[in-house]
């Protein structure tokens, strides 16, 4: 089986360390940036299945706009939003999306990637 490669994007280190330990544990092979413009360099020099991005992010982009340049850079890439922020807070994400509100745990992050790679 192909592991699912994730790009995680959170400007929190902290949070991003952590984060990236429970893709890890969950068994994904992961690699992590602080900001939009970090994520697009790797976008251009690596191929990912899924963005995982914080919606807010320090610098010029947050996650959906940031998600909206992944696709473009790479087609077919499986977007999910980590938040602290309610979804009537967030306003309207588009439907391939999944959202994942913080904090969460291994068992919604795992439903989150596999409803992507249906």
Same mark, same amino acid.
């Given at each position: ?14 949070? !991003? ?18 900001? *939009? ?18 919606? !807010? ?5 947050? *996650?959906?706009? &940031? ?28 439907? !391939?999306? !999944? ?9 919604? &992050? ?9």
């Amino acid at each position: 089986m192909v592991m699912t490669n994730i790009l995680l994007v959170d400007d929190h280190p902290l949070v !991003r360390n952590l984060t990236l330990k429970l893709v890890r544990f969950a068994g994904y092979r992961a690699d992590a940036v602080a900001t *939009g413009a970090e994520a697009l360099a790797a976008l251009d020099g690596g191929r990912f299945d899924i963005l995982l991005t914080d919606f !807010r992010l320090a610098g010029a982009l947050n *996650g959906v706009e &940031l998600a909206a340049n992944a696709e473009s850079k790479q087609p077919g890439i499986g977007v999910i939003v980590m938040t602290a922020y309610t979804r009537a807070e967030l306003g309207s994400l588009p439907a !391939r999306y !999944r959202l994942l509100e913080k904090p969460f745990s291994v068992e919604e &992050l795992a439903v989150a990637t596999a409803a992507l790679q249906r």
